[in-house]
């Protein structure tokens, strides 16, 4: 018996820049992939549902901002 793999659709981040642009798949788990777009078959980093959004949230609030 074969198994089906379905891949996830990747998006370019909104922020993309010219040379420094990251890819996010948000497959129908728990988990939002992130990868780097000059390198699609590289590493793949894993973040659980929950850990993405307090993320986004702290880049939305400016906690990584360089001061």
Known sequence: MEETVTLPA???SSYCGTSACV????????TILVRD???PDGSVLSFER???GAFIAGVRDGEFDRH
């Open 37 to 39: 777009a000059k390198n």
């Open 10 to 12: 990747w998006r370019k």
């Open 23 to 30: 890819e996010v798949a948000d497959p129908a788990t728990d």
């Open 50 to 52: 929950r850990q993405w």
